[in-house]
C-alpha cells in the first residue's frame, strides 16, 4: 500500500534554486513547538551563521548547535522523520462535549499536513438517515442526552452513561468502516469525537499500516469546562445555545469521567485540553512517538 502524500511544506533549507527563507524556516519551527519569539530568533541567526561562513544551504545539524531548545529541536527532527514515511497517519481524539476536539483536531491537522478531519457525530448524523428511532433510538440523540433513548432506563445504574454507551457501540460501527477505508486508500485522517471510546473502539490497525496516536482530551476544572459552551453560543450565533449544555452539563462531566476512567485502563493518554495551544503540542507528540515505533518495527 502507497499512502496519499500529506501536504506538508518541505524542509525549509535552502538549495535547489530555493533560497533559505528565515521566515519560513520560523514557521516550521513555530509549527513543532518552538515559541514564536525564538523560533524567529533561531531563524535570524541561521541565516547569520549561512551568510558568515558563505553558504546558502542550512542543515539540521547546524541548526541543532545554533538552537537551545533541545526538545524542540528533537521534534523537529522527528516531525521531518515523519514526512518520510510512506505510510498514512491515523489520530483518534476522543473527549466529552465541551472539551476542544473539532478545535484541537483542526490545528493538529493543519500542522500534520492531513487534509481529512471528521467527527464521529458527522458518522452519527449520517446513520440518522437510514435508521429510524424506533429501530436505533439512541443516534436519534445527543451523546449526553442519549440516556433517554434507553427502553428501561431504571434498571442502569447511571442512565446518562448506559445511554451514552449504546450509542457508542452503533456509532463505531461506522467508524470502523471509515478507518478501514481509508487504510484501503493510504488516507491519512484525524478522527475526533466523543463516541471514541476506549476500550470500545477497536479499529483494524496494525503497526506496518499506519501511525496511530489515541488520545482523550479533558478539561479537569468545571468552571473552565463551563466557559467553553458560552464561547460556542457567541461563536455559532446561537445554533448552539449554552444553556442547552449547562442543563445537562452534570451529565456532561459525568461521560468525562467515564472516558478518562476508561483511557487511563485502557494506557490510552489523557491530555489537559483547557490550553488548546498545549494541547495541540501533546497530541503531536504522540503522533511523533507512533513515527518512531513504527520505524522500529522490523
Known amino acids: 500500500m502507497t499512502s496519499q502524500p500529506r501536504h506538508t511544506d518541505p524542509l525549509p533549507l535552502g538549495g535547489d534554486g530555493v533560497a533559505y527563507s528565515k521566515g519560513l524556516m520560523a514557521r516550521a519551527l513555530t509549527a513543532v513547538g518552538v515559541p514564536t519569539m525564538g523560533a524567529h530568533d533561531l531563524a535570524r541567526r541561521v541565516e547569520e551563521d ?64 492531513i487534509t481529512r478531519v471528521t467527527s464521529t457525530d458527522f458518522i452519527r448524523q449520517t446513520m440518522r438517515a437510514f435508521f429510524s428511532r424506533d429501530f436505533m433510538p439512541s443516534i436519534h440523540f445527543s451523546s449526553f442526552e442519549a440516556g433517554e433513548a434507553l427502553r428501561e432506563p431504571e434498571e442502569a445504574d447511571d442512565p446518562a452513561i448506559a445511554g451514552f454507551l449504546d450509542q457508542s457501540r452503533y456509532v463505531l460501527a461506522g467508524v470502523h468502516a471509515s478507518l478501514e477505508r481509508a487504510l484501503e486508500e493510504g488516507w491519512s485522517m484525524v478522527l475526533e469525537g466523543v463516541h471514541l471510546v476506549p476500550g470500545l473502539v477497536n479499529p483494524p490497525l496494525e503497526a506496518e499500516q499506519a501511525v496511530v496516536a489515541r488520545c482523550i482530551l479533558e478539561i479537569s476544572d468545571p468552571a473552565v469546562h463551563e466557559t467553553h459552551f458560552y464561547v460556542r453560543d457567541a461563536s455559532s450565533d446561537g445554533v448552539r445555545p449554552v444553556a442547552r449544555y449547562l442543563d445537562r452539563f452534570d451529565e456532561i462531566r459525568r461521560i468525562q469521567e467515564e472516558l478518562v476512567a476508561r483511557a487511563r485502563r485502557e494506557g490510552v493518554a489523557v491530555i489537559e485540553s483547557a490550553n488548546v495551544d498545549e494541547a495541540v503540542m501533546r497530541a503531536l507528540d504522540l503522533v511523533l512517538a507512533g513515527a518512531e515505533q513504527v520505524e522500529r518495527v522490523p
Open 50 to 113: 549561512l551568510r558568515a561562513r558563505g553558504e546558502t544551504v542550512a542543515d539540521l545539524d547546524r541548526i541543532e548547535e545554533l538552537a537551545e531548545d533541545d526538545a524542540a529541536m528533537g521534534r523537529l527532527r522527528r516531525y521531518f522523520a515523519l514526512r518520510e514515511l510512506d505510510l498514512p497517519v491515523i489520530v483518534l481524539l476522543g473527549g466529552a462535549t465541551g472539551t476542544g476536539k473539532s478545535t484541537v483536531a483542526t490545528e493538529l491537522a493543519y500542522r500534520l499536513g
